[in-house]
């Protein structure tokens, strides 16, 4: 499975932006997906993680009601709607998957394939 982070950009505090996380490979659609983002100087941070089916979202405390995780398996591709962004959003951020729990999880370590990171930045 390869995977392909797009979206990423410079916004205004306040704006929204929606990144993208397309997929090759027939299995992708049985795989749970999650949003990582790392900042300059900070370690890589769980951001928002679905099920292979799309039924169950998870989110990081930090993105709770302004980011929304889905995806579109006919598309292979997952997204995060990323709304009310603010300048502590500004981070490198990546999408991963893993093929090994059917629940996903906040765990990097977990996530067996990763994309290749879009930059946020966010100006106040």
């Known amino acids: 499975v390869q995977l392909q982070a797009s979206g990423g950009g410079l916004v205004q505090a306040g704006d929204s932006l929606r990144l993208s996380c397309a997929a090759s490979?027939?299995?992708?659609?049985?795989?749970?997906v999650g949003w990582f983002r790392q900042a300059p100087g900070k370690g890589r941070e769980f951001v928002a993680a679905?099920?292979?089916?799309?039924?169950?979202?998870y989110y990081a405390d930090s993105v709770k009601g302004r980011f929304t995780i889905s995806r579109d398996n006919a598309k292979n591709t997952v997204y995060l709607q990323m709304n009310s962004l603010k300048p502590e959003d500004t981070a490198v951020y990546y999408c991963a998957a893993d093929s090994n729990h059917s629940i996903p999880t906040r765990v990097k370590d977990n996530y067996n394939y990763w994309g290749q990171g879009t930059q946020v930045t966010v100006s106040s």
């Open positions: 490979g027939r299995t992708f659609s049985s795989y749970s």
């Open positions: 679905i099920t292979w089916g799309g039924r169950l979202t």
